[in-house]
Every structure is written in C-alpha cells, then in structure tokens.
C-alpha cells in the first residue's frame, strides 16, 4: 500500500515568515500534484512535479521532487494571510494505466497578520 | 477555463436509501475518478474509468457502489443502499490522456449526508 506522509500537519507563523512543507513516502511515484483545498470544496491543482530533482516555481512557491521520485517539498517564502489554507500532495502511482492519486493527510497552513 | 461541475454540492438521504450523484468532466478529457474525503481524513480514490469501463477500484468501492457514463458528458456514482459511514465528500476528477503523465482536475465536491 502505498502511503504519503505530510509534515508538519499544522503549522501557524506570522506574515513575512518563510516555511517549508514535507511529503514524504517510501514509494517511487511517476508525478506528484500538490493541491491546495479551501473549507467545503475540492482540491485546486498548484503544480505537477515529474522528474527527479526538478524544481518548479510559483510566485513566492517553490516545489521540488525528490531524486529518487519518493518525496517532495513546499517552500513559501514570504508568507502572506492569503497564502492560509490546506495544502495537499498527491502521488500518482503508474505512468501507464488508471494513475490514481495517493493523498497525504494535508498540512494545513495559518498564516497570521 | 473548462472545470468539472458536480451536482448536487449537498445531499441528504436516509439510511437504505439509493444515491446518484452526477459530474459532467472536461469535455477532451479521457480518464474519470470519483474520491471520497470523510471529514478531516485524507482524500480517498475510489473508482476510475476509461473507455467505458472500470479501469480500477479501491476496497472501498464494493458491490454498493457503481459507476457509469450515460451519455458522452455525464460520468454517475450511484450507492444502492447508504450506509451512515459513506457521509463524506465526493469528488469527481478528469484527466486529458491515458499515457504519460496528465494532471487531474477535480469537481468542487458533492456533500453527502446518511442520515
């Protein structure tokens, strides 16, 4: 079975701080979605990291897929009030075939004025 | 900006009774999913589907649940006979192809309430 594992699971800071998000498992995953997830609705896709290593940057965001494709990570520099919320990874497990997704439990993330 | 609609965004059903719960995915997509999230648990796969036809199931999609594709825009999750437990979140979510990699996109959820 093939499980994601989210640290830390709550984290609160204050505007101007910098964080950093962990999604770790023990399986290689041919791509990993980090998600973000606002209260009562679905999962809104962030980024899609593929390759070992590969780095990819949103504004103040910056993931990275670990080399072996097992792990990744969530840097939010700057944080802002607007950043707040539940972020999600999620590992897809084959290239070929149905590619479902393997969520971790989510860390979700207060950021306080 | 194509999105996956579901409807309803709320149901609320006695135990025993049937439920379908209804999404319309991105139209050029090819591969459809229905997840779960019980609240405050990690979202959950249950079905996916291609070609008309299931592609793959979790445990927790056992005889109660099936899934179907009616026409060329809707994709259905249909549970016969609700249990209390299957109150959760149900998404539905799409992908463009079958080979590679593609991102999924998800619906905003259908809440369903076992009362």
């Known amino acids: 079975t093939q499980l994601l594992e989210q640290s830390p699971q709550f984290l609160s800071i204050q505007e101007g701080e910098n964080l950093t998000v962990y999604c770790n498992s023990s399986?290689?995953?041919?791509?990993l979605q980090w998600y973000r997830q606002e209260p009562g609705e679905g999962p809104v896709l962030l980024v899609t990291v593929v390759t070992g290593g590969e780095v990819k940057k949103l504004k103040r965001l910056t993931f990275q897929f670990g080399d072996a494709r097992k792990d990744s990570s969530l840097h939010i520099t700057a944080a802002q009030p607007g950043d707040t919320g539940l972020y999600l990874c999620?590992?897809?497990?084959?290239?070929?075939?149905?590619?479902?997704?393997?969520f971790g439990q989510g860390t979700r993330l207060t950021i306080n004025p | 900006e194509p999105e996956v609609t579901q409807t309803p965004s709320h149901q609320v059903t006695q135990m025993g009774q049937e439920v379908i719960l209804r999404c319309v995915p991105i139209?050029?997509?090819?591969?459809f999913y229905w997840y779960r999230q019980i609240l405050g648990q990690k979202v959950e796969f249950l079905v996916s589907f291609y070609n008309n036809e299931i592609s793959e199931k979790s445990e927790i999609f056992d005889d109660q649940f099936s899934v179907e594709r009616p026409d060329g825009s809707n994709f259905t999750l249909k549970i016969r006979s609700t249990k209390l437990e299957d109150s959760a979140m149900y998404f539905c979510?799409?992908?463009?192809?079958?080979?590679?990699?593609?991102?999924?996109?998800f619906g905003q959820g259908t809440r369903l309430t076992v009362v």
């Open positions: 979510a799409s992908r463009e192809r079958s080979g590679g990699w593609a991102e999924a996109f």
């Open positions: 139209s050029n997509h090819l591969y």
């Open positions: 399986s290689v995953f041919s791509s």
């Open positions: 999620a590992g897809a497990d084959l290239i070929q075939g149905a590619q479902k997704l393997v």
